[in-house]
C-alpha cells in the first residue's frame, strides 16, 4: 500500500514538499540546539518546562481521543464510523510520534531516553508514560495495518486482532491519565496538585481530538474522493459538545475550589493567569481567549441546526482546538510555575529557535498523518469503485 503515497496530484507533492522544508528547518535549529545546550531555549532554573513540554501534553490528549471512535465502533457497532474510525487510529500514530518527539528534543542530551530502558524506575510516573506512549503507539499501528489490510483485501479481519482492540480502549485512557499523574504528584507545585488533573485532562482530550478530526475528515471530503460520511461527521460533533461541556464544567469545579478556600499559593496562579500578578502577566489575553472561544464554541454546538452545517461545524471544532490548545499548550504548563516556590513571578517566552523546532516536529507529525491519510483516500476509492 506504501506506494499510493508515492503518486497524487501536485497539490498533494506541494505540501509534501512543504512539509519535508519545515522538519529541514526544524531539524537545523534542534542541531544547534544540540550543539550549544537548551541555554539557547527560554526555559530557565524556574520554568524548567516550557514550549516542548507544553505541546507533548497536548499531543497526548490527541492521541487518546481514537478511543471515542474505536469504542462506538467496535464495542457498540456503530457502523457510520466504519470509514472514520481508521482516520482516527492513524491521528493516534501520528499524535503519539508527536508527543515523543517533543519529550526527545526537551532533553539536552536524548540518549538520557535509553536510561528509562536500560534503568527502569517503576515508582516514577515518567517511566510509566514512556511505556503507555509506546505501547499505545505499537497498538494502533498493528490495529490499523491489520483492520485496513483486511478491508482492502475484502475480507474480515482476524479473530486475534478483537482483543487487541479491546485491549487499545483503557490503554488510551492510560496514556493522558499518567500524564496528568506527571504534574498532580508534585507537591511543590500547588497549581497542579488537584485529585480532577486527570479527569479534565481527559474532558479536554475527547472535546480536542474529535474536533480536529472532524477539522482532517471536512478537509478529505473536500480534496479527495473519500467521503467519511455524514452520519459520522454528525456524531463526532455531538461528542465534541459533550465532552467539551464537561471539560468546562471541570475547570469551574476546579475554580470554586480554588477561590472559595482563598488559599494564597492556588489563588495566584489562577491570578497570575487572568489577571497578572505583580505587574506581569503576559498570558492573561491568551486565556481570556481560550475560555471565550470554548464558552462560545459550546453554545453554537448545542443546537442540532447549527451543528448541521459542515462549515459552521469546521469554525466551531476549529474554535475548541484552539482553545484547548491555548489551555494545556501556554496556560497549564507555565501556570505551574508562576509564581515560582519563592513567591516570585519569572515570565516565560519560547525563543525563535524553540518555535522553529516546535514547528519542524508538528511537520513531522503532519507529514506521517498526510501519507496515511493518501493511502487510506486511495483505498477506500478503489473499494467503492
Known amino acids: 500500500m506504501l506506494e499510493k503515497a508515492l503518486r497524487g496530484s501536485p497539490r498533494y507533492f506541494v505540501l509534501v514538499g512543504v512539509l519535508c522544508t519545515l522538519i529541514a528547518a526544524g531539524l537545523i535549529a ?8 537548551l541555554g539557547v531555549t527560554g526555559l530557565g532554573r524556574d520554568i524548567p518546562w516550557g514550549f516542548y513540554i507544553a505541546q507533548f501534553t497536548f499531543m497526548v490528549g490527541v492521541a ?33 510520534t508527536v508527543c515523543m518527539l517533543f519529550v526527545l528534543v526537551d532533553m539536552g542530551q536524548p540518549v538520557r531516553v535509553l536510561n528509562m530502558v536500560l534503568y527502569p524506575t517503576p515508582t516514577s510516573p515518567m517511566f510509566w508514560d514512556f511505556l503507555s506512549l509506546a505501547g499505545y503507539l505499537c497498538l494502533n499501528a498493528v490495529i490499523a495495518y491489520v483492520t485496513f489490510g483486511a ?4 475480507l474480515p479481519p482476524p479473530k486475534w486482532i478483537k482483543p487487541v482492540i479491546y485491549v487499545s480502549i483503557p490503554w488510551a485512557a492510560s496514556i493522558h491519565t499518567v500524564t496528568a499523574f506527571l504534574y498532580s504528584g508534585l507537591e511543590a507545585r500547588a497549581f497542579w496538585m488537584t485529585a480532577i488533573l486527570a479527569p479534565r485532562f481527559l474532558a479536554s482530550a475527547f472535546a480536542s481530538g474529535p474536533s480536529l ?26 461528542i465534541v459538545t459533550y465532552a467539551l461541556a464537561v471539560s468546562i464544567f471541570f475547570f469551574l469545579v476546579e475554580l470554586f475550589t480554588v477561590l472559595y478556600s482563598d488559599i494564597p499559593s492556588h489563588v495566584e496562579h489562577f491570578e497570575y493567569l487572568f489577571f497578572g500578578l505583580h505587574g506581569k ?16 464554541a459550546l453554545c453554537c454546538l448545542l443546537f442540532p441546526s447549527f451543528r448541521r452545517c459542515p462549515r459552521r461545524l469546521g469554525f466551531a471544532a476549529g474554535a475548541v482546538v484552539l482553545a484547548i490548545w491555548i489551555e494545556k499548550g501556554l496556560g497549564m504548563i507555565i501556570g505551574g510555575f508562576v509564581p515560582n516556590t519563592f513567591e516570585r513571578v519569572v515570565e ?24 496515511l491519510y493518501k493511502i487510506a483516500a486511495e483505498v477506500r476509492a478503489e473499494l467503492e469503485a
Open 213 to 238: 478530526l472532524i477539522l482532517l475528515a471536512l478537509l478529505l471530503r473536500k480534496y479527495t474522493k473519500f467521503d467519511p460520511g455524514e452520519k459520522a461527521i454528525q456524531k463526532l460533533g455531538q
Open 64 to 96: 487518546a481521543s481514537a478511543v471515542m471512535l474505536v469504542l462506538p465502533y467496535y464495542l457498540h457497532d456503530f457502523k457510520a464510523f466504519g470509514k472514520v474510525v481508521i482516520l482516527g487510529e492513524m491521528l493516534a500514530i501520528a499524535a503519539v
Open 151 to 154: 478491508e482492502k483485501k475484502g
Open 281 to 296: 502577566g503576559a498570558l492573561t489575553l491568551w486565556m481570556w481567549a481560550s475560555q471565550l472561544l470554548g464558552a462560545g
Open 348 to 371: 516565560y517566552a519560547p525563543t525563535a529557535r524553540e518555535l522553529m523546532i516546535g514547528l519542524g516536529v508538528y511537520a513531522v507529525g503532519a507529514l506521517i498523518l498526510t501519507v
Open 30 to 37: 534542534y542541531l544547534g540546539q544540540l550543539a550549544t545546550g
